[in-house]
């Protein structure tokens, strides 16, 4: 088993950052590629971004692309997510996901992920 707790969501201003971080428990970090995905109010939830167990591999989606940075530290055992120039469209609720069968070919898509957090709320004002 897997656990995961995200923070550091929050109401933040069109253009300004935030800093999610999502803690996993459980197993041995290392041994999972990592994801965070986003629901939107009345929408399904997408892939952001995801990041290979190496780290050496990382994928954005397109509308977040120059803006988004998500990086994995095995030694804390956390995988942050860096959110610059925000925008209204960015509102949602992030989670973020364990992946233990991930491979370089499906590291991005949503079934791969096993372990999931409760999710954290951000929301983008004007």
């Known amino acids: 088993q897997v656990q995961l707790v995200e923070s550091g969501g929050g109401l933040v201003q069109a253009g300004g950052s935030l800093r999610l971080s999502c803690a996993a428990s459980g197993r041995t970090f290392s041994d999972y590629a990592m994801g965070w995905f986003r629901q939107a109010p009345g929408k399904e939830r997408d892939i952001v971004t995801a990041i290979t167990r190496s780290g050496y591999r990382k994928y954005y989606a397109d509308s977040v692309k120059g803006r988004f940075t998500i990086s994995k530290d095995n030694a804390k055992n956390t995988v942050y997510l860096q959110m610059n120039s925000l925008k209204l469209e960015d509102t949602g609720v992030y989670y973020c996901?364990?992946?233990?069968?991930?491979?370089?070919?499906?590291?991005?898509?949503?079934?791969?992920?096993?372990?999931w957090g409760q999710g954290t709320q951000v929301t983008v004002s004007s």
């Open positions: 996901a364990a992946g233990l069968n991930a491979n370089n070919s499906n590291y991005y898509l949503s079934p791969t992920y096993d372990y």
